[in-house]
């Protein structure tokens, strides 16, 4: 047999292996595992990830080993939390837990809420670290309003609607599947040239690039729902038991993202939180022509982590917008009705947590060890889904998901230098203070997509 030919098969072999648990008893759901290990799935298609459904299976197996380490250690078990009988206990416990943290929440609604909103916000880098809730309203950096039954924070370039409890959730509403775009077959081992790009072309490049930005978010949620240990004293302060309730709920609803999918199917992705744009604006704002209104996202969770984990990603959009900068509006909105959908949400669960692990390991030490240069991370953020799609896939996300050092590496090296333009782009925003330049950059291409 040819050298040629040996090396191929093991290329196959190495692509279609399965998930690998190592030493861990536990299990994924087979359903779920399949849609890991499918090699036509989204992310194992995706130029990101450049060995196809093996690099999917170790980033969503690693996450899985992650969620089984943290969930033995909030319940205080040792045993195989996917056996039947041990995962129907914790689901017992869990749903315990729930209603506790329903029960206590209600008598400290505000204060938790203003403690949710605050930690995504210094998190995401929205408010200066330095500053709690009650000092920035004092200040004049955020604006608190109650509003529809909620009540809204108003920050610069961002208002968010938000609700703790006081609204349900309609399981209903999240039945959706992405709308159906012609099928684009190209040539294995293909390589996009960007300067001959037939619009079917950039609008496949564009959709795998969403989905890893749609990834991104949903990790940043997924990780973001624990901010709060950050803030244990803070926690502790409006009610001491909240702490370990949330730890005990939060876990197992991480584990049933691979060990549920019967659930996760009907719902098409959580009933226990949303995060979307509201739609049209308040007939009562701006009525003598005045300045223009922020775009409002609503966020709504049934208690506290849920919020944190809808604010977190609520906070992301924005900066998310500018992979459409230099994009045909028509061929951005055909990529947001493919992606933007709940039946994708639960691979971008299970691929996005993982994956914003490893990006941050390689973030500048400067932007995420420096709790006061968070405020650069908008800008970071934006700079980096700017980059054209071809070479966002291959040439930074490919280099962060890899497990070679030196692909990592080179990923670190870009990430250092979107840091300099993120820094030099915050200084001059706040230099010039000129809201217009970064409104109308965004105003352009967000009105015609209808974002």
Do not use: C
């Not at 009525?287 to 809808?310: Q, R, W």
């Amino acid at each position: 047999m040819r050298d040629s030919e040996i090396n191929r098969i093991i290329k196959k072999v190495i692509k279609e292996a399965p998930v690998d648990y190592g030493d861990y008893e536990e299990r994924m759901h087979p359903r779920s595992q399949a849609k890991i290990e499918d090699p036509e799935g989204i992310y194992a298609k995706n130029r990101g990830f450049r060995q196809g459904a093996s690099d999917v299976e170790r980033i969503a197996g690693n996450r899985f080993k992650e969620i089984v380490d943290y969930v033995k250690r909030y319940y205080g078990t040792d045993r195989n939390i996917t056996d039947p009988q041990v995962k129907r206990a914790i689901q017992v416990a869990q749903m315990q837990a729930v209603s506790q943290a329903m029960g206590i929440e209600p008598r400290h609604r505000e204060k938790l809420r203003d403690l949710a909103v605050e930690i995504a916000a210094k998190e995401e880098g929205w408010l200066p670290y330095a500053k709690n809730m009650e000092q920035a309203i004092k200040d004049g950096l955020v604006v608190k309003e109650e509003k529809q039954g909620g009540v809204e924070y108003q920050f610069d370039f961002i208002n968010i609607l938000t609700f703790l409890g006081e609204q349900r959730i309609d399981p209903n509403m999240f039945q959706m599947k992405p709308k159906e775009m012609k099928k684009l077959e190209l040539p294995k081992n293909f390589s996009f040239d960007i300067d001959e790009l037939t619009p079917e072309e950039e609008r496949q490049l564009e959709l795998e690039k969403r989905h890893v930005i749609n990834a991104l978010i949903q990790g940043k949620g997924k990780r973001g729902q624990f901010a709060y240990q950050m803030y244990k004293d803070r926690l502790d302060a409006i009610d001491p038991r909240l702490y370990d309730l949330y730890n005990k709920i939060m876990g197992a609803n991480d584990l049933m993202y691979f060990t549920d999918e019967d659930l996760i199917e009907a719902l098409g992705g959580s009933a226990t939180g949303t995060e979307r744009k509201m739609e049209g604006g308040d007939d009562n704002d701006d009525e003598e022509g005045g300045e223009e209104e922020n775009d409002t996202y609503f966020a709504n969770g049934v208690i506290f982590p849920i919020l944190l984990h809808e604010l977190f990603k609520v906070f992301s959009v924005p900066t998310s917008q500018s992979q459409w900068d230099d994009v045909d509006p028509g061929i951005a909105q055909d990529v947001v009705d493919k992606a933007d959908s709940m039946e994708n949400e639960p691979m971008n669960f299970r691929v996005g947590g993982e994956l914003v692990r490893k990006l941050r390991t390689l973030l500048p030490d400067d932007l995420i060890l420096v709790p006061e240069n968070r405020v650069y991370m908008p800008f970071f953020e934006q700079a980096l889904y700017s980059v054209p799609a071809e070479d966002f896939l291959k040439n930074i996300i490919a280099n962060v998901v890899s497990d070679d050092k030196e692909d990592n590496n080179k990923a670190k090296r870009r990430f250092e230098e979107l840091y300099k333009k993120a820094k030099s782009e915050y200084e001059k925003y706040k230099g010039n203070n000129d809201d217009d330049e970064y409104e109308d950059d965004e105003d352009d291409i967000l009105s015609q997509l209808g974002l």
